[in-house]
C-alpha cells in the first residue's frame, strides 16, 4: 500500500428530502490498500458506495474516485472500478468462458486481451476443464472466486465488494481473502463491506458508520486499543450501543 489517494471524499452528504443518508463523510482510501467499511444495516454504507461507484450523486460535497470527479466524470469511474456483490452478479444461464467474454466485453477489452486473460484466469483457479461449464452448475464457493476474478479481471484501480462473503464456509472465505491479499499487492484497491467482524481483521483499516457518520475510522489494532476491545466484534458493539443509549 503506498500513500496516494484513490478514493477522496470531504464532507459527503447525500439527503433524501429530510433525511440525511450520508452526513459529512471525509476520508481517504489509498492505492492498495484493503478499506473495511463497516456498519449496521440503515448505517448509509450502500448509499455511499452507490456515490463512489458513480451510479448516485451527492448532495454535497467533495469526492472523487479513481483520479475522477464524481460529479462530472461518472463514465471514467465505472470504467477504473469493479464491483461485486453478495449476489454475486454473474449470469446463471451462461458459461464461465461466455461470462468472461460478456463482463470483459463491457469494460472494452480486446477479444486478443479476453483470450489471454481467461487462460490465465483459468489456470490460475484450476478450472481449465471447466471453462465450458454453466455458472448454475457449479458450487456457491466457486461462484464467488468466479465473480471476484471477473470483478478485475479488466484490472480496475480500485474493486466494491459488497458483502462478497456472506453464505459460504469459513474455509472458502478464507480462501477468498486470499484472492483480496493478492489483489491488493498487485496494486488494486480493495474496498469491502461485511458482517463478519472476524474479517474487519484482515483490513489495513476500518471505517465503522453509525447513523450516517463515520464514528470510528482506524486500523483494527488501533480501534481495539481506543476502545478497550479484545477484537473488531467488542469495538462495534460498543459503538452501536453507544447510538442507541
Not at 461518472?74 to 454475486?88: A, D, L, R, V
Not at 479488466?154 to 453464505?167: A, K, N, S, W
Amino acid at each position: 500500500m503506498n500513500k496516494t489517494p484513490v478514493i477522496h471524499t470531504e464532507n459527503l452528504v447525500k439527503k433524501y428530502g429530510a433525511f440525511t443518508a450520508n452526513d459529512m463523510l471525509s476520508f481517504d482510501v489509498f492505492k492498495g490498500e484493503i478499506f473495511g467499511f463497516l456498519g449496521a444495516n440503515g448505517a448509509g454504507k450502500t448509499t455511499a458506495i452507490r456515490i463512489l461507484c458513480g451510479l448516485s450523486k451527492p448532495t454535497s460535497g467533495i469526492v472523487n474516485v479513481a483520479g475522477f470527479d464524481i460529479y462530472k466524470q461518472t463514465e471514467k469511474i465505472k470504467q477504473n472500478i469493479g464491483y461485486m456483490s453478495q449476489k454475486f452478479s454473474l449470469y446463471e444461464d451462461l458459461t464461465i468462458r461466455e461470462n468472461i467474454r460478456f463482463f470483459a466485453g463491457i469494460y472494452g477489452l480486446s477479444s486478443k486481451i479476453i483470450k489471454e486473460r481467461t487462460h490465465e484466469l483459468l489456470t490460475k483457479l484450476e478450472i481449465v476443464d471447466l471453462g465450458d461449464k454453466l455458472i448454475s452448475s457449479l458450487p456457491l464457493g466457486w461462484k464467488q472466486k468466479l465473480a471476484f476474478s471477473i470483478a478485475v479481471f479488466h484490472r480496475p484501480q480500485i474493486v466494491f465488494l459488497d458483502e462478497p462473503t456472506g453464505g459460504v464456509d469459513p474455509i472458502t472465505r478464507r480462501q477468498f481473502w486470499d484472492m483480496i491479499y493478492d489483489a491488493a499487492n498487485d496494486g488494486i484497491t480493495v474496498f469491502v463491506t461485511t458482517h463478519y467482524m472476524d474479517e474487519a481483521e484482515y483490513c489495513d483499516r476500518v471505517s465503522i458508520m453509525v447513523d450516517g457518520r463515520i464514528e470510528a475510522l482506524d486500523t483494527p489494532a488501533g480501534l481495539k486499543k481506543t476502545y478497550e476491545a479484545k477484537n473488531m466484534d467488542e469495538v462495534f458493539l460498543k459503538l452501536a450501543r453507544a447510538s442507541i443509549a
